[in-house]
C-alpha cells in the first residue's frame, strides 16, 4: 500500500511538471468545426475519475485519536486512499429536465477497504421560461455569500471550511424560484421557497423526524449590492431568521456577511464528567468577509465568523478530558460503554469541525506565478479564537492538461494540550488529488 | 449678465475637439458593426503557451442592452456548466460543484491565458470609452480611447479602425501611463448572417505573458430578444436553458 501511494504522488508529480516537448506552429481554426461542437444535444454526460492518497501522522495522545482508533490503534502513521468517479447526467424535454450527480468511490483506511455509493443531487425540474423554476427532488440549495462557512444556509450541510469548494450531498426538497427583473436601483428581485420534508427514510439526518419544514429566501440586487434575507420553520430545527450582502466595493474588493438568528437553540455545555447539558436559548450567528484581488493577481480571501451554536472552551476542555477517561476505563476494563454518548453527540447538533464560538479564516491564492499557466499555489490558515489553536493549509494546484486538475495538499494543526486543533487526530496530513474529467 | 453667462457657455461647447465627436461616431458605428445589440453567441477560447500545447473552451453568450451579459461555458469537461454574468460593472462567477455565485472582476480571467474577464464579457466599447483623439492614416483611423470610469479593465485603448469596413484591425490595451499591457488583432472576417459581418478572430499577445498567445474564435452570433431575467444570480445555473 506504501509502495502504491508512493508510485501514484511519484506519478503526479511528473505530470505536475511535465512539459510537451513538441512545439505546434501557429493554430488554423476551421469554424465549420466549432460549429458541429456546439450543436446542443438533448442529453449530457460527464464526471470526473479521482484518485486521492493521504498520509497522516497521527497524535497517539489526543482525544480524537482515541476516540476513533480506541479499538484497532493503526500506529504512528495512517494512510488512507479514495479512488473513484463521480458521474453526472442532464436529460432535457421541453420545458422538463432531470439532472443527477453520483458518487461512487472506494476508500482504503486503517479498518480496511469500503466502497460507498452516494446521489450527490438528483432532481426533476420544470422551467417554463427565465422567470419561473420548479424543482424536486435531492438537491442543494446553495445560501449564503460566506466562503468558509455559511451560517444562513439553512437547508444545507455545512461545508468543510478546510475544502470549502468541495460538492455538498443536498437533501430532498420541493423547491421554487421566481424571478423579476426591474429597470432602476433595484434590478433584480427572487423568491426562492423550499418545502423540506424530514422522515424516517427521508432527509432523517436533518433534525427530528416525522415533520414538513419550510425554509425561503428573498434577494434582491438593490445598488449593486446583492442582498439575501432567508427563512427556517419548521419542527425539525428550530425557526430561524438570516440576512446577508455581497457588494464590490472596488473593482478588485468585495465585502460580503451574513447574519443569521436562531431561536429556541439548544445549547450544550459539558460537565466534568462527560455529562452533556442542553439550555433553550436564542443565539446568533454571523461572518464578515473580504476577498481582495492585487495587481499580481493574487487573491486573498479573509473571514471572521462568530458560530452562535458551538461550545465554551471550557466545555471542550471538559469533553476532552472525558473521552480520555473513557479511553482508560476502555483500556483497563475493556468497557467501551462510556463512548456511547460522545458518539451522539453530533445528532443532537454539536460539531467536531467548528466546536467553538469564533473563528478566522485567511486564504491567498496566487494565480501562475512565474509564468506557469494554470497553476495556482495557496496558502490558507484557520484561527480558532476562542483557544488561538490553528490549523496550516499549503496548497498547489495544477492543471498541465486539458481536464486534468492535480492537488498536492498540507494540513497542519497547530496548538497547545486540550485546544481544537491542538488536539486533532492528525499531527500532519498529506494528501494528493488527481481528478481526470470527461 | 445672462447673456454673458450664455455667450461663455456657447463658447465652451465649440471649443470642444471636433475630433472627439467624431472619434465617438466611429466607435458607435464600430460597436454597431461587431454585434447587435441584443444577441446569442458561440465562442471558442484558445490558450497557446510558448511550447504549443493548447487548451481550449468553448463559451455560449447572451447578451441584452447596454449592460447585460451572461455566458456559460460547454467545454472542456473540466469547465462545463460555469457560467459567468455581467450587469454593468458587477461580475460573478457560478461554479456548479461550487456553490452559489462569486463576484468576480474585469482583470481576473476565468479562462486563464491572456485574455481577462473584461475581454471574454466585453460590453460595448463607446459604453466605456470615449475617443481623445483620432488620427487619419489613410486606409485606417487611429482612435486614441480613453476610459469613462476607473472601474473599466483598461484606462487606455490604441484601436486602429478599417476606414471602408469601419471595423478594428488592432487594439491595443494600455494602463493609464500608457504601459502596454496586451493587444488584440482582428481576423478573418466572416459573414454572420442577419446583416453581420465582422472578424471572426481576435488573436492577443502581451508583453506580460511572453510567448503566451490567446485566441477568440466567433463560430456564430445572431440577434436575438432575451428576457431581462436571464440576466440574474439566480438564472445562473440554469442558462442552458436558453440554447
Known amino acids: ?438 | 449678465m445672462f447673456k454673458i453667462i450664455t455667450f461663455l457657455m456657447v463658447l465652451m461647447v465649440a471649443a470642444v475637439p471636433a475630433y472627439a465627436v467624431e472619434g465617438d461616431e466611429i466607435l458607435a458605428q464600430v460597436d454597431k458593426n461587431l454585434t447587435p445589440e441584443s444577441y446569442e453567441m458561440y465562442r471558442k477560447l484558445v490558450n497557446v503557451e510558448p511550447d504549443g500545447r493548447k487548451k481550449e473552451f468553448i463559451l455560449f453568450t447572451v447578451k441584452k442592452g447596454n449592460d447585460k451579459i451572461a455566458g456559460l461555458f460547454i467545454s472542456p469537461a473540466s469547465d462545463k456548466g460555469r457560467t459567468t454574468l455581467r450587469l454593468g460593472d458587477n461580475m460573478w462567477l457560478y461554479i456548479p460543484n461550487v456553490g452559489k455565485p462569486v463576484r468576480i472582476t474585469s482583470l481576473q480571467s476565468v479562462v486563464g491565458g491572456v485574455f481577462n474577464n473584461a475581454d471574454i464579457m466585453r460590453l460595448e466599447y463607446t459604453e466605456e470609452y470615449e475617443a481623445v483623439k483620432v488620427e487619419d492614416l489613410g486606409k485606417e483611423y487611429l482612435l486614441h480611447l480613453k476610459a469613462k470610469t476607473r472601474t473599466v479593465a483598461y484606462d487606455r485603448l490604441r484601436m486602429w479602425v478599417d476606414r471602408e469596413k469601419m471595423l478594428p484591425t488592432k487594439i491595443e490595451c494600455r494602463t493609464e501611463a500608457e504601459m502596454l499591457i496586451k493587444t488584440l488583432y482582428f481576423k478573418q472576417i466572416k459573414d454572420f448572417g442577419g446583416g453581420i459581418v465582422r472578424p471572426a478572430v481576435i488573436e492577443t499577445d502581451s508583453p506580460l505573458y511572453k510567448g503566451y498567445r490567446s485566441y477568440m474564435i466567433f463560430a456564430g452570433i445572431k440577434a436575438r430578444d432575451i428576457p431581462d431575467e436571464a440576466f440574474t444570480l439566480n438564472f445562473m445555473p440554469r442558462l442552458e436553458t436558453l440554447r
Not at chain 1, 422522515?199 to 419550510?214: L, P
Not at chain 1, 442542553?278 to 462568530?306: C, K, M, P, Q
Not at chain 1, 494565480?367 to 489553536?389: G, Q, R
Open chain 1, 1 to 438: 500500500m506504501r509502495m502504491g501511494l508512493a508510485l501514484l504522488c511519484a506519478m503526479g508529480l511528473l505530470v505536475l511538471f511535465w512539459k510537451a516537448s513538441a512545439a505546434e506552429g501557429t493554430p488554423t481554426f476551421d469554424l465549420s468545426e466549432i460549429e458541429k461542437e456546439v450543436e446542443k444535444k438533448p442529453y449530457a454526460f460527464g464526471g470526473f475519475l479521482q484518485a486521492q492518497p493521504t498520509l497522516s501522522g497521527l497524535d497517539r495522545d489526543s482525544p480524537l485519536y482515541r476516540l476513533r482508533f480506541y479499538q484497532d490503534e493503526p500506529g504512528a502513521a495512517s494512510e488512507e486512499s479514495d479512488v473513484g468517479v463521480r458521474l453526472e447526467g442532464a436529460l432535457e424535454y421541453g420545458d422538463l429536465s432531470a439532472f443527477a450527480r453520483l458518487d461512487s468511490f472506494l476508500s482504503h483506511d486503517p479498518d480496511g477497504w469500503d466502497g460507498k455509493m452516494t446521489l450527490m443531487e438528483g432532481y426533476l425540474s420544470y422551467k417554463p421560461g427565465p422567470h419561473m423554476a420548479l424543482d424536486a427532488g435531492k438537491r442543494v440549495t446553495k445560501w449564503g455569500k460566506g466562503y468558509a462557512w455559511n451560517p444562513v444556509s439553512f437547508v444545507d450541510r455545512p461545508k468543510n471550511p478546510e475544502d470549502p469548494e468541495e460538492a455538498l450531498e443536498g437533501y430532498y426538497l420541493l423547491g421554487g424560484d421566481f424571478i423579476r427583473s426591474f429597470d432602476g436601483p433595484l434590478q433584480t428581485l427572487a423568491f426562492t421557497p423550499v418545502i423540506l420534508p424530514v422522515y424516517e427514510d427521508i432527509n432523517d439526518e436533518f433534525g427530528r423526524t416525522g415533520h414538513v419544514n419550510v425554509a425561503a429566501k428573498l434577494y434582491a440586487l438593490l445598488y449593486d449590492t446583492d442582498l439575501d434575507l432567508l427563512f427556517f420553520t419548521g419542527e425539525s430545527r428550530t425557526t430561524r431568521w438570516g440576512l446577508d450582502f455581497s457588494r464590490n466595493l472596488l473593482t478588485n474588493l468585495e465585502i460580503h456577511g451574513e447574519l443569521a438568528w436562531i431561536q429556541n437553540f439548544q445549547e450544550i455545555t459539558f460537565l466534568e464528567n462527560g455529562q452533556a447539558l442542553f439550555n433553550e436559548s436564542d443565539v446568533w450567528s454571523y461572518l464578515l468577509g473580504v476577498r481582495y484581488l492585487t495587481e499580481t493577481d493574487l487573491t486573498a480571501i479573509f473571514e471572521y465568523y462568530h458560530n452562535g451554536e458551538g461550545v465554551d472552551p471550557g466545555d471542550l476542555k471538559n469533553l476532552y478530558a472525558y473521552i480520555d477517561q473513557a479511553y482508560d476505563t476502555y483500556q483497563q476494563t475493556g468497557n467501551r460503554s462510556l463512548f456511547g454518548p460522545i458518539n451522539s453527540l453530533t445528532k443532537e447538533g454539536f460539531s467536531w469541525r467548528n466546536p467553538l464560538r469564533d473563528y478566522l479564516y485567511l486564504r491567498l491564492s496566487q494565480k501562475e506565478p512565474f509564468d506557469i499557466l494554470y497553476f495556482t499555489p495557496a496558502f490558507t490558515t484557520i484561527v480558532s479564537m476562542n483557544d488561538w489553536s490553528f490549523n496550516l493549509i499549503p496548497e498547489l494546484n495544477y492543471s498541465p492538461i486539458t481536464n486534468l486538475d492535480l492537488r498536492l495538499k498540507g494540513v497542519v494543526p497547530v496548538g497547545g494540550k486540550q485546544t481544537e486543533y491542538g488536539e486533532k487526530q492528525s499531527d500532519w496530513r498529506v494528501e494528493f488529488r488527481l481528478r481526470y474529467f470527461f
